[in-house]
């Protein structure tokens, strides 16, 4: 079965701290993974891609086949990170079918 | 561009009623995705739409829950009669061909009483 699974509802760290943001797949072939991040009062936007290997805001995600997760990390946690992440899986080409985790809230502290 | 719009933004019914969600994606998108979002189960993807044409329904929950897009600028998604159970937000988002991203929607904040 395709499933995303992010196991903490709830991150609080506070600024300046270190962040990790969980994220565990269940996908037979290869997939296409993503970080959607929604902002207090905004829309839900795409973070980034696996596929494109870049380094967005500070965070980053590597994809690991063997442990089958595709954590969010930033090094430096600061009061705007605070939002809504959620983890997606892509099982097909084009992006169309997203499966979503449940999300994680991260709370950054001053 | 205003982005993908939806409407209304907040509804508020009592339970047997029919509700219709609307949505209109951005201009040139090619597909054309419904959400819904709840405590439970997060984000779940209930059909998506590829030039107007349905491709994959296998997440709509039941028979109660239909959605069309009788063209390339407007979508609805009906539920009909309504339930306490359906309270959630619902989400449209569309995107173009090939890899592109998904662009939501502000989302439409149902309740059902």
């Known amino acids: 079965a395709q499933r995303v699974t992010q196991p903490e509802k709830l991150l609080s760290v506070f600024k300046g701290a270190p962040v990790e943001l969980k994220c565990n797949y269940s996908y037979s072939g290869s997939p296409e993974l993503f970080w959607y991040v929604q902002y207090s009062r905004q829309r839900l936007q795409l973070l980034l891609r696996h596929i494109s290997r870049e380094s967005i805001k500070g965070f980053t995600a590597d994809l690991n086949k063997g442990e089958t997760s595709f954590h969010l990390k930033k090094p430096f946690a600061q009061e705007e990170d605070s939002a809504m992440y959620y983890c997606a899986l892509s099982p097909s080409g084009g992006y169309n079918k997203l499966i979503f985790g449940a999300g994680t809230r991260l709370a950054v502290h001053p | 561009d205003a982005g993908v719009i939806q409407s209304p933004r907040h509804e508020v019914t009592e339970m047997g009623q029919e509700v219709t969600l609307r949505c209109k994606p951005i201009s040139g998108h090619d597909y054309l995705f419904w959400y819904r979002q709840t405590m439970m189960r997060g984000l779940e993807l209930l059909i998506y739409f590829n030039n107007n044409v349905p491709i994959d329904d296998s997440g709509m929950p039941e028979d109660r829950f239909s959605a069309k897009m009788p063209n390339a600028s407007f979508s609805t998604l009906k539920i009909q009669p309504s339930e306490p159970r359906d309270s959630a937000v619902y989400f449209c988002?569309?995107?173009?061909?090939?890899?592109?991203?998904?662009?939501f929607g502000p989302g439409t904040r149902l309740t059902v009483l």
């Open positions: 988002a569309s995107k173009t061909q090939g890899y592109g991203e998904q662009f």
